[in-house]
């Protein structure tokens, strides 16, 4: 039964929680290294879907998988959440939270650059120059305003973080192209995900115990990136007449983060960034009114 004031509910709560995960990783990796990070928060999603799985009576479903649905579940949990997270979370341990998760909102233009090649898709003169109005509004955020100049406040920072853009349109290719339930899908993908980062860590070999913040911090991003808000997320759509309706609410998160990134992490906001962002949701808002 479709419902719109109880869509805009769930959409605002995803919305207001997905700002606060920029200042959440900022926060968090005062108390704890990236990768340990990841594998508490990784962790904490899968036991919280593999929880809602069995609340909604869905776990028969993952006795019904055929052996290419574990297959294309490995391939994207090795897109998200192991690569997607391990270098967006170190991008955030070399650039200020406003820059690294700002940069992070690219993936809306990479996925229509990476839809040309692999969904065969055509591009319009306006569409590149919308693409265009974006990567300038990558560019004046990365220079912190010094284009002319390309002086990169952290060079190996930006490219991690539009790398984060790249494994998340990657992976959200292939999720349109799999028709398999939500939940029970994304379950088996963060279980993936974990062998993977369990298999870094054991690598790594630095087994010292986190600070209490630490695993605060790590069992917040678990929840409230990984498993809830995606699960508000997908009722918001539910409930929702249209998908446009509530998908427009998420350039609400941006902005929000900056406000909260402003008073948690106590970062002073650049003016840079507000101006990059800016033409980054404006790039990307064009591309979406030109593809209607």
């Given amino acids: 039964m ?3 004031r109880k869509a805009y509910l769930f959409a605002l709560s995803a919305v207001l929680f997905w700002s606060t995960i920029g200042s959440a990783m900022k926060l968090s990796l005062r108390f704890i290294d990236f990768i340990p990070l990841l594998l508490i928060a990784n962790l904490v999603a899968v036991v919280f879907l ?4 069995v609340f909604q009576g869905k776990i028969r479903l993952l006795s019904a998988l055929r052996s290419r649905d574990w297959f294309r579940s490995a391939i994207m949990g090795l897109l998200n ?3 997607y997270y391990l270098v967006l979370l170190e991008a955030y341990d070399l650039l200020q939270a406003q820059e690294a998760g700002t940069l992070n909102y690219i993936w809306p233009l990479v996925l229509v650059l990476l839809s040309i090649p692999m969904l065969r898709q055509r591009i319009s003169g306006w569409s590149l120059l919308a693409i265009l109005i974006s990567f300038t509004g990558l560019l004046i955020i990365s220079t912190r305003g010094d284009i002319l100049g390309l002086n990169f406040s952290s060079p190996l920072g930006v490219v991690l973080a539009v790398s984060s853009a790249l494994f998340w349109a990657l992976y959200w290719i292939l999720n349109m ?5 939500d939940v029970s899908k994304l379950f088996l ?5 974990l062998f ?12 010292s115990a986190p600070s209490w913040q630490g695993i605060t911090g790590s069992v917040y991003l678990g929840i409230f990136e990984m498993g809830l808000t995606f699960l508000l997320w997908l009722k918001a759509l539910q409930y929702s007449t ?11 998160s941006p902005f929000i983060s900056l406000i909260i990134i402003r008073f948690a992490v106590r970062e002073t906001i650049l003016l840079s960034t507000v101006i990059g962002l800016s033409f980054i949701i404006g ?6 009114y030109l593809r209607k």
């Fill in 189 to 193: 993908n963060f279980s993936f995900g």
């Fill in 2 to 4: 479709k419902n719109q």
């Fill in 283 to 288: 790039g990307i808002i064009l591309q979406q």
């Fill in 50 to 53: 593999f929880s809602t799985l």
């Fill in 81 to 83: 959440p192991f690569l």
């Fill in 177 to 181: 192209k799999d028709q398999r339930e």
């Fill in 242 to 252: 249209t998908t446009a309706r509530v998908s427009n609410l998420i350039y609400l």
């Fill in 196 to 207: 993977y980062i369990v298999v870094i860590y054991l690598l790594r070999g630095d087994f």
